[in-house]
Nanobody, 119 residues
Framework: QVQLVESGGGLVQAGGSLRLSCAAS????????MAWYRQAPGKQRELVAN???????NYADSVKGRFTISRDNANNTVDLQMNSLKPEDTAVYYC?????????????WGQGTQVTVSS
């Protein structure tokens, strides 16, 4: 069983910054990918960014240059630094952990944290 606990969401004005954190606990493979997804009202959940244990990262085009994902393998945490936030970044953000080789979107999920960006 894997538990993922997110923190750091909130309300911010456009142009502002937020930092999300996610802590993983329980039993899981060290060969994993940690990721942040988001889901806005009426839209499908989408990948925001992911990071492999060795540090390789991937970002959605919509957040490149504004968001930075990082992880601490020793403490099993993943953070998402969000800068230059836009109203369209408003969504519930979910932390995800999956084993490498398994399909994106599989694995374990956190409960989600709300990010609201006002114009």
């Amino acid at each position: 069983q894997v538990q993922l606990v997110e923190s750091g969401g909130g309300l911010v004005q456009a142009g502002g910054s937020l930092r999300l954190s996610c802590a993983a606990s329980g039993s899981f493979s060290r060969l994993n990918v940690m990721a942040w997804y988001r889901q806005a009202p009426g839209k499908q959940r989408e990948l925001v960014a992911n990071i492999y244990g060795g540090g390789t990262t991937n970002y959605a085009d919509s957040v490149k240059g504004r968001f930075t994902i990082s992880r601490d393998n020793a403490n099993n945490t993943v953070d998402l630094q969000m800068n230059s936030l836009k109203p369209e970044d408003t969504a519930v953000y979910y932390c995800n952990l999956r084993r490498i080789g398994y399909p994106p979107g599989s694995g374990s999920w956190g409960q989600g944290t709300q990010v609201t960006v006002s114009s």
